[in-house]
């Protein structure tokens, strides 16, 4: 992995600095509202309760497999 890293970084950094793609176009730039309609429907998925009952259950089998 370290070999192909060096790689990448070796061509990209002999490029012109045009040559290199720095950002990209964004079709909707409501970070905000995105996030929240996210969340939203994460809620109402019931995903939420999921993920709590899946924080204590692994909670609970931490503690009661730890050792002191």
Known sequence: MHYLNDLTFQLF???P??????AQQVSDPNLIGQVQKAWNHFV??????ALLVGLVIGWLF????SYG
């Open 13 to 15: 950094w002999h490029l």
């Open 44 to 49: 109402q998925t019931g995903q939420i309760w």
């Open 62 to 65: 931490r503690n009661l497999t």
């Open 17 to 22: 600095m045009n040559a290199m793609v720095l």
